[in-house]
């Protein structure tokens, strides 16, 4: 079946503008994550998303970042205010359900100029 | 918070040897342990993982030991081919967290 999809897949933008990113889970899954990966590190938590549960934001950076997930499905991570280190790859995962294994996704290239 | 530590960073190994890689964990709690493979601009792909009621676990030429006296858990590749050349991630998640906490990968090369 179909895996977890991303969109776009590269997002160039100048510093100050607002982006927003969107990942497609797989079907049926209950649980989406968001993460960040900067080049050549590990990957780093940013949310959580079970159901109708509150999210945990714990790992978002700053008040710049949210995200939203609408229908229990699709999840868009919004970035205002982008700032050059902000730049990364930002990778989206989602499991059958919590504690379940993770999937990811491609991952949306982000460059703030 | 979950702190995980992996080891070594980079490593090479000839065709045909064996890798290990160790990583580390803080929280006594964690009981699940994945290990993920990321080659060149892709995603990270699940290669095996193992839960805190098990010690071992192997996948023909993978395997995963957990100690949790000593909060360590290792990936072990036998018979390494070109194809293993990735970077590995490990990960470690407490129960009622689901977050997973990664380590800073390690980047294999296996040299022919």
């Known amino acids: 079946g179909a895996g977890v999809s991303q969109s776009p897949s590269n997002k160039v933008t100048e510093k100050g503008k607002d982006v927003e990113l969107r990942c497609d889970p797989i079907?049926?899954?209950?649980?989406l994550y968001w993460y960040r990966q900067s080049l050549g590190q590990g990957l780093e938590f940013l949310i959580y998303f079970q159901g109708n549960s509150a999210p945990d934001k714990s790992g978002l950076p700053s008040d710049r970042f949210s995200a939203e997930r609408t229908g229990g499905s699709v999840s868009t991570l919004t970035i205002q205010r982008t700032q050059q280190e902000d730049s990364a790859v930002y990778l989206c995962?989602?499991?059958?359900?919590?504690?379940?294994?993770?999937?990811f996704g491609p991952g949306t290239r982000l460059t703030v100029l | 918070g979950e702190n995980v530590e992996q080891h070594p960073s980079t490593l090479s190994v000839q065709e045909g040897d064996s890798a290990v890689i160790k990583c580390t964990y803080s929280?006594?709690?964690?009981?699940?342990f994945p290990w993920y493979k990321q080659e060149l601009g892709k995603r990270p792909q699940l290669i095996i993982d193992?839960?805190?009621?098990?010690g071992e676990k192997k996948d023909q030429r993978i395997a995963v030991t957990l100690n949790k006296t000593a909060k360590h858990f290792s990936l072990h590749i036998t018979e390494t081919q070109p194809e293993d050349s990735a970077v590995y991630f490990c990960a470690a998640s407490t129960p009622g967290a689901q977050k997973l906490v990664f380590g800073q990968g390690t980047r294999l090369t296996i040299n022919p």
């Open positions: 079907s049926g899954h209950t649980a």
């Open positions: 929280d006594s709690a964690s009981n699940y």
């Open positions: 193992i839960r805190s009621n098990v």
């Open positions: 995962a989602s499991s059958l359900v919590s504690a379940d294994t993770q999937y």
